[in-house]
């Protein structure tokens, strides 16, 4: 919310780059998992190379002070007459459709091995 609050990213580029990014991963292992293989070396080299600016993010987090009204407002507005009810079940069927396909995929590979 403070990148959105900041002007840094609109509401669809946060968004985007989260179900583009990150979230496909994690529907197939976990942050800490998906730290491991971010670097040559796994998790030691990963902190090596990331740690610090991960550490200055973490002091720089917003703390609560992006979680105002005025956020509130220009992330409703990027969801224009949304049919909150209707969007909830899609994202339930679409997460069924995910977890079936992820058992699917599980057998699979219990299977070959």
Same mark, same amino acid.
């Given at each position: ?46 902190? =090596? ?7 200055? $993010?973490? #002091?720089?987090?917003? %703390?609560? *002070? ?26 339930? =069927? ?7 396909? $992820?058992? #699917?995929?599980?057998? %699979?590979? *219990?299977?070959?091995?």
């Amino acid at each position: 919310m403070r990148l959105v609050a900041e002007g840094v990213v609109s509401v669809q580029g946060l968004d985007d780059t989260i179900r583009h990014g990150l979230g496909r991963r994690w529907a197939f292992m976990g942050p800490l998992e998906t730290i491991t293989l971010n670097a040559p070396g796994g998790v030691p080299d990963y902190m =090596r190379r990331y740690g610090p600016v991960m550490a200055r $993010l973490t #002091d720089d987090a917003a %703390r609560g *002070e992006a979680f105002t009204e005025s956020v509130a407002q220009t992330i409703a507005a990027a969801f224009p007459n949304l049919d909150v009810a209707a969007r909830q079940r899609w994202r339930d =069927r679409e997460l069924a459709a995910l977890d079936t396909h $992820l058992r #699917d995929r599980s057998e %699979r590979n *219990e299977i070959n091995g």
